[in-house]
């Protein structure tokens, strides 16, 4: 069973300060790579994982991990 990392990150637009949060997870094909899972309301994702401010469409900024954790892989998990 391959653990998974996930991630919840504070982010916050530079323009218009608006805050939220981000959660990343690890890929199930166990390389390095992340994927976004869920962000907060008032954030969308662009090319390559950017975090835009929905408002300003402008790059979110990372202020901070807030928590991470290893995920159980099951099949029926997905």
Known sequence: MHKRERFVMSVRC???AQDGSATW???ENENL???IRLL???FRTG???EIL???CGVIARVVGI???AKLGHS???G
């Open 33 to 35: 790579d992340m994927t």
């Open 66 to 68: 807030a928590s991470g």
């Open 40 to 42: 907060s309301r008032g």
């Open 75 to 77: 099949a029926s998990s």
């Open 47 to 49: 090319v390559d994982n």
């Open 53 to 55: 401010c929905s408002d």
């Open 25 to 27: 997870e690890e890929n």
């Open 14 to 16: 530079p323009v218009c």
